[in-house]
């Protein structure tokens, strides 16, 4: 795609994220029953849904959340992977055959077990609001997720940890966090940071499809997921309520389909498109 | 070969007994009882009911009786099925999860196989073709499946809104499980076959006018068919869990269905045995895969 096309679509997308912020935080759309589940017009561009709400607000608000778990989730599942990929690839030996046969029972199991029985043992924690709510299903995601990053930099770590500079370091008594920040870390973050990126709507994904199955966000929160699921129960009433969520979904997928997607040469090595994940939404 | 092929199963065991181990601790400590949202449940019933679901029992004893159980393939009571085994459950679900899955993976290994070819095939169509891929990738299951049940279903009535068990019903449900992985999995075809032919004995048949269908029908593929193998394991996963969504939407009463309402229902002993059950095929996906990898291409060392 042509980069100015790309970049009026980034800010397209910057825009909504900004719109959709400032809605979250301000504004709540006012319940009119004189309007419920009005189709789409000039005055409600998305219609209302089933309490008259504007829909184009919760959408938006919708948006928001679904972005708050889902970059949180991703942050948090880099950091940890980061962290025990380079400490398995570093020390090795037991360190590492532990970690490697984790990461196989991990990601031999529909992931859902693990987020459930997460999301249950923080309930105590997260039923304050709806910001704890949301940073511990984000953080519930991360632990079943961290596998992804912890692979590529274990394999990175691995690569470089035999070099001579390492050596050098090493000999001249560097400790092994300073060898981690000032000598691999430029090794490892160029495809770490590209892999990120590929990565990103996965969660944003995950949200949905947890949300959509009830196992995630619930109302009064609203999240994609929560809205695309109102949708599918009722678009043999009011299809535009699927519309609406499903569409802005989709818009921004794409864009990271067009922005971010992996090239050619670094497709396989990101752990990308391998299933799983990517495929169960 | 054959070291490496049980070396490779060893290992799957004790995956799985990790796996079960884990699990079933996790679950025994955990808040949430499957009896602590029934509404007003007399102490003594409470107790009788968890006892005869052993609930009270010492956690190491019944963790051994478990696994003597598990390994005599009984994986306990449903709790909240009355008088269901688990191994009924899923023997139950099983079929309509393995017709669905099975033709899934057929789908969506031919229909991979199409859009992986197409963009090379020929050059009218190989920008709409990749463009199509782009869209397709970012049209998630999540929207694409309502959306599908809508227009098809409800709007044109082209089939019918609940699987009833006549082939038609089923051609919705299985394209929408193979949609994503034949997607993936043609890109990934895509992107290899891109690649080979760059490499000097295509270019030498290209340049000796062989003619471009038999350049990647007979030459190019069989190269890149490693790839499209190796990717089986993960897609199969994907497949089982991806009908995990399918089945809620269509209402299918599989494996994923019962999957998730064991989840809803704190059914903790159906879940484990799904789990288990889950684990099991997977690790088996994974060594087949292995297996017929090496057999297609001897070079391959996996460790």
């Known amino acids: ?281 | 070969m054959g070291r490496y092929l049980i070396r490779r199963l060893l290992t799957g065991l004790f995956t799985l007994w990790g796996l079960g181990t884990v699990l079933f601790v996790l679950l025994r400590y955990f808040p949430g009882g499957p009896f602590d949202d029934e509404v007003a449940l007399r102490p003594e019933i409470r107790a009788l009911l968890e006892e005869k679901y052993h609930i009270h029992e010492a956690g190491f004893q019944a963790y051994l009786r478990y696994w003597s159980q598990v390994l005599q393939g009984d994986f306990g009571t449903s709790l909240h099925y009355a008088e269901q085994s688990v191994s009924r459950v899923i023997a139950s679900g099983f079929q309509a999860t393995l017709a669905l899955s099975l033709s899934g993976l057929i789908a969506a290994l031919v229909f991979g196989l199409l859009w992986g070819t197409l963009p090379h095939l020929s050059y009218l169509w190989s920008r709409p073709a990749r463009a199509f891929s782009q869209l397709g990738l970012s049209l998630p299951t999540l929207f694409l499946g309502p959306l599908l049940l809508w227009l098809l279903c409800f709007r044109f009535e082209v089939f019918p809104i609940r699987v009833d068990g006549s082939v038609f019903s089923y051609v919705l449900p299985v394209f929408l499980i193979a949609f994503r992985p034949s997607m993936t999995l043609g890109r990934l075809l895509d992107v290899r076959l891109r690649h080979i032919r760059r490499e000097d004995y295509i270019r030498t048949l290209e340049a000796l006018g062989s003619h471009p269908r038999r350049l990647i029908w007979r030459w190019s593929l069989k190269n890149a068919l490693p790839v499209y193998v190796g990717s089986v394991p993960g897609l199969a996963a994907g497949l089982l869990s991806g009908s995990l969504l399918v089945e809620t939407l269509f209402s299918i009463q599989g494996l994923g269905f019962q999957f998730t309402q064991s989840l809803l229902n704190r059914d903790w002993t159906l879940a484990l045995g799904l789990t288990l059950f889950f684990g099991v095929l997977l690790i088996g996906f994974q060594i087949v895969a292995d297996a017929v990898l090496m057999w297609l291409d001897p070079r391959v060392k996996i460790q």
Do not use: C
């Open chain 1, 1 to 281: 795609m042509r980069p100015l096309v790309l970049k009026i679509y980034t800010a397209m997308i910057l825009l909504l994220g900004l719109a959709s912020f400032a809605l979250w935080a301000g504004m709540t759309p006012m319940t009119r029953l004189d309007l419920v589940l009005a189709a789409p017009s000039w005055a409600h561009p998305f219609g209302t849904d089933s309490l008259g709400r504007d829909l184009l607000v919760r959408v938006l608000q919708g948006l928001f959340l679904s972005w708050a778990v889902g970059l949180t989730a991703a942050v948090v599942s880099l950091a940890i992977g980061t962290v025990l990929g380079f400490w398995a690839g570093y020390v090795k030996g037991a360190v590492d055959s532990t970690l490697m046969r984790l990461m196989e029972i991990m990601s031999s199991v529909p992931q859902l077990v693990f987020v459930t029985l997460l999301v249950l043992f923080f309930r105590p924690w997260a039923e304050v609001n709806s910001l704890s709510r949301v940073l511990f299903l984000a953080l519930a995601i991360a632990l079943v997720h961290w596998m992804t990053f912890a692979r590529l930099t274990r394999t990175l770590v691995l690569q470089v940890s035999n070099e001579p500079f390492i050596e050098g370091a090493l000999a001249i008594g560097a400790t092994p966090l300073r060898i981690f920040w000032t000598h691999v870390r430029p090794h490892v973050w160029p495809l770490l940071r590209q892999g990120f990126f590929a990565n990103l709507p996965s969660f944003l994904l995950f949200e949905g499809f947890l949300s959509f199955l009830g196992f995630g966000l619930q109302p009064p929160d609203v999240s994609l997921g929560t809205l695309l699921q109102e949708g599918w129960k009722s678009f043999s009433v009011a299809p535009h309520l699927l519309l609406a969520p499903g569409l802005v979904l989709f818009a921004t997928l794409f864009y990271f389909q067009l922005a971010f997607a992996p090239n050619e040469e670094t497709q396989g090595r990101l752990g990308v498109n391998r299933g799983r994940r990517e495929d169960l939404a």
